[in-house]
């Protein structure tokens, strides 16, 4: 009898029986998201209980996102984007205030137009923080009542060298560990106690394995010259995890960096 029911239910009511799976499907694809997402809080706050400070950083706030195709999680409506920020902001409020400081870049260097001036500025900060997500995060509100550090990309731009995103991208890294900027050479127990979450789109994979190489150029010169290469590769493979968003704002997977001999390479944690 019931697997009459079973028969009729498929060749006579496709609908409805297509219907039920597309149901499950979609039950499994959120609950396999959720558990996803509560993993990767896990391995954050797991890390973050054996360290004295933790940074955290979401994708550069574009002030002109660029439209073309591989450069869309730019936008502020972007899966990615937004995703990022309340993962940062969701697993920030789980540390101790004390312990967390949040780095945000703004990026009033790419795709701006020529002419633009600060009023220009300001208004799209404005059109900005009248998005709720936004609005709530770390960019423009103190509500985890932490410390919130920000940077313009213009900062970092030099005349005469390539500005690649990576080269910018490390001098702003830099910032991060630079904890006293008037001591000779570094504090290697800082560097130690320091945990750097960095929440990216996939697509930013590449660019920030290119940003450790360069970040890891720049510590062989002061403050930084006294650590010995060994030293150097660990210990920014020690700081630094990310947290990678896909194009639908999904977590992909953790990573710790790691030196293959070559190259900076995302090893994953998940």
């Known amino acids: 009898m019931k697997e009459l029911a079973n028969y009729l239910l498929l060749f006579l009511k496709p609908s409805l029986y297509q219907k039920r799976i597309k149901v499950f ?64 902001s969701e697993v920030s409020s789980q540390i101790p205030r004390e312990k967390v400081i949040h780095f945000i870049l703004v990026d009033d260097f790419n795709n701006v137009p ?17 998005i709720p997500e936004l609005a709530e995060s770390a960019l423009f509100s103190l509500h985890t009542n932490s410390q919130s550090v920000f940077y313009w990309e213009s900062d970092f731009v030099q005349e005469g060298v390539k500005n690649s995103c990576s080269n910018l991208d490390a001098a702003f890294q830099k910032e991060k560990i630079l904890f ?5 050479e570094v504090n290697l127990q800082n560097l ?8 990216h789109p996939v697509e930013f994979r590449s660019q920030q394995s290119l940003m450790l190489s360069s970040l890891l150029r720049e510590m062989k010169h002061p403050p930084f010259q006294r650590m010995s ?24 997977n953790v990573t710790r960096p ?13």
Request: hydrophobic fraction near 35%.
């Open 114 to 130: 020529e002419g633009v001036t600060n009023s220009d500025i300001l208004q799209r900060l404005m059109e900005a923080k009248r």
């Open 25 to 88: 499907l979609v039950d499994q694809k959120q609950n396999k998201e959720h558990d996803t997402w509560h993993r990767a809080q896990e391995i954050i706050l797991h890390r973050a209980s054996f360290k004295d400070r933790v940074i955290f950083e979401f994708s550069p706030f574009y002030l002109y996102p660029s439209g073309e195709l591989g450069y869309r999680t730019q936008s502020w409506d972007h899966p990615a984007f937004r995703n990022g920020i309340r993962f940062v």
């Open 229 to 252: 290469k060994l030293e150097r590769f660990t210990t920014l493979s020690e700081m630094y995890c990310h947290v990678w968003f896909d194009d639908e704002g999904n977590i992909d």
């Open 180 to 184: 006293d900027r008037k001591a000779d």
């Open 192 to 199: 130690k106690s320091t945990l750097l979450v960095v929440a």
């Open 258 to 270: 790691f030196w293959d001999g070559n190259k900076f390479v995302h090893e994953e944690l998940m």
